[in-house]
């Protein structure tokens, strides 16, 4: 009997039995166009997945939230409900994470994103975002 790795690949294949501990949806895969783009093509997978991706939709949305290259987490909630998707966004800081501050990626613009971001998450509320500080969630492994 030949011995078959692990894998999702081995796993659809037929070659080993399925897991039951988790839920594994046909979510198509979206590449990244850029170095900063992780969010906006994982949001491009959900929407394509619930059927709601138009791209032209999508870049209007872009405009209309005015999202550029700096995109945040809460970035995405907003995106999300923009399109309508029911969603709760979990996170362990409720506003900018300091700790932020000095990545390159985030050094450059870091004080005006501070108070763009910060302000989103004082109006997530207000406007129909859900945000939860999330509790520290421990994991028993059996």
């Known amino acids: 009997m030949p011995i078959v790795p692990a894998t999702w690949e081995a796993e659809a294949e037929g070659l080993l039995e399925p897991r039951r501990d988790f839920v594994q ?9 850029y170095h900063w783009d992780c969010g906006l093509a994982c949001s491009k997978m959900v929407l394509r997945y619930l059927g709601q991706l138009d791209d032209g939709e999508f870049e ?18 907003y995106l999300m409900r923009h399109f ?15 700790g932020y501050k000095n990545q390159s990626f985030y050094r450059k613009h870091f004080d005006t994103e501070e108070t763009r971001v910060n302000q989103l998450f ?3 509320k207000a406007c129909k975002v859900l945000v939860e500080k999330c509790r520290n969630v421990q994991h028993q492994h059996q």
């Open 25 to 33: 949806l046909p979510v198509p895969i979206i590449q990244q166009l």
């Open 60 to 77: 209007s949305a872009l405009q209309e939230l005015r999202l550029t290259r700096s995109i945040w987490t809460i970035d995405l909630a």
């Open 84 to 98: 309508g998707v029911r969603h709760r966004f979990c996170t362990q800081t409720l506003g900018v994470d300091k």
């Open 122 to 124: 004082a109006q997530a």
